[in-house]
């Protein structure tokens, strides 16, 4: 789970909290999307999650880990529980769509037998069976996304971040894509998933917490936070 209970952080030389007392906690198999206007705190809180910055105070714990207290030696520990897809996907672009997915194995001590089995179940799973041996370049934006989503949570992950998954597709691939992480969220693998958005249309389409932020607070959490609250 992800718990924040009154996290505060300020950026070195900065004069204003970026997360002012923020309080929330995300339950595992929850699917959660996390909204706000740009400088509201979002990239902020995914820093924090993935340990990329520190709180200054308060509870913030992720997985088991407590963040505020963990050694440094851990954090990669910590960080192998949390998988992320970026809007722009950071694809190698000299490795095909198989060995992107592959890279993110060896880099936490897979054997190859434990790749080969895991890599094509994998990419099946998010519907690229059959583009193996293709290279970025040669799929399209959408298909891309797809590669990323797959690398990210090719280590099975208990906890999986989209930041702004849908920045970059249409409409019709951006409802593609979020139907995708909803089956990851309820499929056998139970994934927590946490989406970052300002995409509005997008997230009314789903049921779904929505968890609203400006200044750094949460200023709306529930299912119906998303309508009490204009992103701008």
């Known amino acids: 789970m992800v718990l924040f209970e009154n996290v505060s952080m300020t950026y070195p030389g900065g004069d204003t909290r970026a997360i002012d007392d923020m309080t929330f906690a995300i339950e595992d198999g929850e699917f959660v999307f996390l909204v706000g206007p740009s400088g509201s705190g979002k990239t902020s809180?995914?820093?924090l999650i993935t340990g990329e910055v520190m709180a200054d105070s308060g509870t913030l714990n992720v997985n088991g880990f407590d963040l505020r207290h963990l050694r440094r030696r851990?954090?990669?520990l910590m960080r192998r529980t949390v998988g992320v897809i970026f809007q722009d996907f950071r694809l190698i672009e000299d490795m095909t769509v198989y060995e992107n997915v592959a890279f993110a194995m060896h880099i936490v001590g897979a054997t190859n037998r434990q790749i080969h089995q895991r890599v094509p179940y994998v990419l099946e799973l998010v519907g690229l069976s059959g583009r193996e041996n293709r290279y970025p370049r040669e799929v399209s934006g959408g298909e891309q996304q797809r590669v990323a989503v797959a690398r990210a949570i090719v280590n099975s992950?208990?906890?999986?971040?989209a930041d702004e998954p849908t920045g970059n597709l249409d409409p019709a691939r951006s409802l593609e894509l979020m139907l995708l992480m909803d089956?990851?969220?309820d499929n056998e693998m139970g994934t927590t998933v946490l989406v970052v958005t300002?995409?509005?249309?997008?997230?009314?389409?789903?049921?779904?917490?929505v968890i609203a932020i400006e200044d750094g607070r949460v200023i709306s959490d529930g299912m119906d936070g998303y309508y009490n609250y204009e992103i701008k």
Request: proline share 8%.
């Open 198 to 209: 300002h995409e509005k249309e997008m997230v009314n389409s789903f049921s779904k917490r």
């Open 157 to 161: 992950p208990r906890l999986l971040i």
């Open 183 to 185: 089956r990851i969220n």
């Open 74 to 76: 851990k954090l990669p």
């Open 45 to 47: 809180v995914i820093k």
